[in-house]
T-cell receptor, first 114, second 109 residues
């Protein structure tokens, strides 16, 4: 099976712009979660989608949003970019949302905000 | 509020010796724990997991131990190999996944 794919892999934007990142989960996986990784902060949970519905949301401002399509592909959008949004954005998929599901990660999108 | 903590940012071990990576958590409701390995410029790769009904799970050179009373888990790698050099994240599953900040393991040949 193909793994989780994320596009683009690298992105450079300037402050104030908006950006959309895409994630295609492993075939058959219906849950997609997004994380932000910055140095020294580990992986910070952004949100999780299951069957096109946002199931859970982390502690991020409303500038961060997402959606999931009927084929389970997901996008996240960041509006009005700030310098502090520079990070590695990771997408993870799992079969469902039960408590003991394992998440599988994509390679990430490296975003640099100038 | 960091619910999963990895207090050692880095660890160096000689090749062939044991690597022990530690992780503490605060929420007693967590019932599933995982370890991921991450190389630079790649996403985390799932290594091993353990359910809260167990206290040990083994997969080849990797063993995870869970001490629920201490809210502590550890990952043992025996024997350590240079290819194991990476950042290791522990994670706990509640209503979402909570990740530690990672421990950078260096295995010295």
């Amino acid at each position: 099976k193909a793994g989780v794919t994320q596009t683009p892999r690298y992105l450079i934007k300037t402050r104030g712009q908006q950006v959309t990142l895409s994630c295609s989960p492993i075939s058959g996986h219906r849950s997609v979660s997004w994380y932000q990784q910055t140095p020294g902060q580990g992986l910070q949970f952004l949100f999780e989608y299951f069957s096109e519905t946002q199931r859970n949301k982390g502690n991020f401002p409303g500038r961060f949003s997402g959606r999931q399509f009927s084929n389970s592909r997901s996008e996240m959008n960041v509006s009005t970019l700030e310098l502090g949004d520079s990070a590695l954005y990771l997408c993870a998929s799992s079969l469902a949302t039960s408590a003991q599901e394992t998440q599988y990660f994509g390679p990430g999108t490296r975003l640099l905000v100038l | 509020d960091q619910q999963v903590k990895q207090n050692s940012p880095s660890l160096s071990v000689q090749e062939g010796r044991i690597s022990i990576l530690n992780c503490d958590y605060t929420n007693s409701m967590f019932d599933y724990f995982l370890w991921y390995k991450k190389y630079p410029a790649e996403g985390p790769t799932f290594l091993i997991s353990i359910s809260s009904i167990k206290d040990k799970n083994e997969d080849g050179r990797f063993t995870v131990f869970l001490n629920k009373s201490a809210k502590h888990l550890s990952l043992h790698i025996v024997p350590s190999q240079p290819g194991d050099s990476a950042v290791y994240f522990c994670a706990a599953s509640g209503n979402q996944f909570y990740f530690g900040t990672g421990t950078s393991l260096t295995v010295i040949p």
